[in-house]
């Protein structure tokens, strides 16, 4: 039984991506809703069912008192057959109807709602573009991704479990009311209009109160993330009590904010209390005026009393389910300030995969300064031939990374273009371009998985035997062997902590260079590729680097100018703009800015062929 409700939705069902989500909230919701359209409606006729189910019960509850007085021979004369029918359908008939009514609710929608929203927001968010990433804190996106979910499956409930279920509960009341005595309905509409303005009054105040709350919350889990996954920094520093401080405050807006909203459920509760209270009196008070004037019958009264002692008990729960279900949309709202964000760096309507030929790659008037009018890379034109290897050098804040970004398309140019092999790279998919380029950054961050996993990363399909060729080749194969982690797993099973924290700078360099090697793409970019491994280890990489670069087009970033002294070409970039432009020989000869950083260097780290002879 539980096995066909949760399978009748597939929270991973083919669906249109969209670059441009809804941003308000319930075109948003309805999008997210769609597959569960026929299970909502079921769930809500069930709701219903349920409701009149428990309205017919104290109707009958009522009737029995009324029959009572017959005494019991009469009774069981003109009525037996009717009792054992009513007592066959309430151990029988309602436990099946209250099942199937749980079951829509618990089984098919609850697990797979929050499954499905938590599927489609990771994606729609994998989408975004790296410059996306690097304005936000990692622990904010995440915390929004895994609370919405809940949020929003904790609204769905609600709407069934409580709204939908009280909304036909108290039609159900109304409509007993008015058969018993129509003047009952009175003190009914009298409360429900002030219980309306009640609910009014929270739900404007919570909605608003709940966002800000979950935005503190939020905020705090950044804060904390952002403490963590940079401990290294915290500990070298010794500033512990600043992250305290700075956590303190974040946790002390939060604290405020959650005050702010249960101040408003405080209110809400004495309001209700007091509400209830004239309920009761109202409608079972008249109920017996009624009575003592030979008007109604005692069975009416006892079920008019029933149905308003059942109503005081219900309240509070209808009032902390809407509450609740207004709170969790403003969760959801939050949320959506992420989820919903439009993707700005999509394909081209009519892309095609890129068709790498030789590698030739050519950037014409090409100029990114992140809109702000100045720094990253102004009127760049450049040509790169089929396999050759050109080092790029230049002062921080000089355009390098920011031209290695752009053809990888993190970014879109602001002017200009870059095509490769013929192909403007804005009109092929982001993927086809990415896994024709190979790139060694200069903040080796690893996955936390296998070491096995990190370096297949570069070619899922590859073979053991291939995986453990290209660790060799990046000098990691040896050290690979001997690690080990907490859960007992060792050599290439061995996870390597959160961004490869448990090995040294050098060893996730190497693990990184294996990667790519494996990888084995056309286009090699190197960022500091040495920049992280000690001069033994970086000279016996530097002939591996070259065996790498053999056949393939290469731009190579350093600031350590022994690593690229042997390129086929140099640019020097100032300021945005290719000053200088030749080989090693070349830019030493003509004294520019390549030579003065040359000379700084002291002729650089390693000879060069006219210093050994």
């Known amino acids: 039984m539980f096995r066909f409700f949760e399978n009748l939705v597939d929270p991973y069902v083919e669906y249109p991506v969209q670059d441009r989500p809804a941003q308000r909230l319930w075109p948003f919701f309805l999008a997210y809703s769609a597959p569960f359209k026929k299970v909502f409606a079921s769930t809500a006729v069930m709701s219903v069912v349920v409701a009149a189910i428990e309205i017919g019960l104290i109707y009958y509850m009522g009737r029995i008192v009324d029959v009572l007085e017959q005494g019991p021979a009469q009774m069981w004369e003109q009525h037996g057959t009717e009792l054992i029918l009513v007592a066959l359908g309430i151990v029988f008939v309602r436990p099946v109807m209250q099942a199937f009514d749980v079951a829509l609710l618990n089984n098919a929608i609850m697990p797979n709602f929050g499954t499905l929203i938590r599927w489609r927001a990771h994606r729609q968010v994998l989408r975004q573009s790296v410059g996306w990433f690097e304005n936000d804190f990692a622990g904010r996106i995440a915390n929004r991704i895994m609370q919405t979910p809940p949020a929003a499956g904790e609204v769905v409930f609600q709407a069934f479990d409580a709204i939908s279920f009280s909304l036909a509960y108290l039609i159900g009341a109304a409509i007993l009311l008015t058969t018993s005595d129509a003047r009952l309905l009175i003190p009914l509409v009298v409360w429900f209009v002030l219980y309306f303005f009640l609910t009014r009054w929270a739900i404007r105040r919570i909605g608003p109160a709940s966002k800000a709350a979950s935005d503190a919350r939020s905020a705090v889990t950044g804060r904390i993330v952002d403490a963590y996954t940079n401990i290294h920094s915290v500990k070298m520093f010794a500033h512990h009590d600043r992250e305290e401080q700075y956590a303190k405050d974040s946790i002390e807006e939060a604290r405020r904010t959650f005050q702010v909203e249960m101040r408003i459920f405080t209110v809400m509760d004495i309001a209700l209390m007091t509400l209830n209270g004239l309920l009761i009196v109202g409608v079972v008070g008249w109920a017996l005026a009624l009575w003592l004037q030979g008007q109604t019958s005692v069975g009416a009264v006892a079920a008019a009393t029933t149905l308003t002692l059942r109503l005081n008990s219900m309240t509070a729960w209808i009032m902390w389910a ?127 998985r296998s070491v096995y996993e990190n370096i297949t990363y570069g070619r899922p ?19 690979i062997l001997d690690l080990g982690d907490p859960e007992g797993r060792s050599g290439y099973a061995a996870r390597v902590g959160e961004r490869g924290v448990k090995l040294s700078g050098g060893q996730r360099q ?27 280890v970086e000279a016996a990489i530097q002939e591996t680097l070259y065996d790498m670069m053999e056949g393939k087009s290469v731009i190579a970033i350093a600031h350590r100018l022994s690593t690229i002294a042997r390129m086929d070409r140099i640019l020097v970039l100032d300021e945005g703009r290719i000053v200088e432009d030749g080989s090693h020989d070349m830019l030493l000869a003509s004294g520019g800015l390549y030579a003065q950083f040359w000379a700084r260097q002291s002729g650089g780290f390693l000879k060069t062929e006219d210093e050994e002879t």
């Open 322 to 448: 809407l509450s609740t279900f207004f709170r969790q949309l403003g969760v959801v709202a939050e949320g959506m300030e992420t989820i919903a964000q439009p993707i700005t760096l999509v394909d081209a309507a009519d892309a095609e995969p890129l068709k790498i030929g030789p590698g030739r790659i050519e950037m014409t008037g090409l100029s990114h300064h992140y809109g702000r009018g100045a720094g990253g890379l102004d009127a760049i034109d450049l040509v790169i031939e089929p396999g050759q290897k050109v080092g790029l050098i230049g002062r921080s804040g000089a355009g390098k990374s920011t031209l290695l970004k752009l053809l990888l398309r993190f970014y879109d140019a602001e002017r200009g273009q870059i095509e490769i092999d013929g192909q403007d790279i804005t009109r092929v998919t982001q993927d086809s371009l990415r896994r024709q380029i190979g790139m060694v950054q200069q903040d080796s961050a690893l996955l936390h």
């Open 461 to 479: 399909d590859a073979s053991e035997a291939e995986v453990i060729a290209a660790a060799k080749q990046a000098q990691a194969h040896d050290f």
């Open 510 to 536: 190497r693990i990184t260079l294996a990667r790519v090697i494996l990888k084995d793409a056309p286009i090699l970019l190197l960022d500091e590729a040495t920049s992280a491994l000690d001069s033994e």
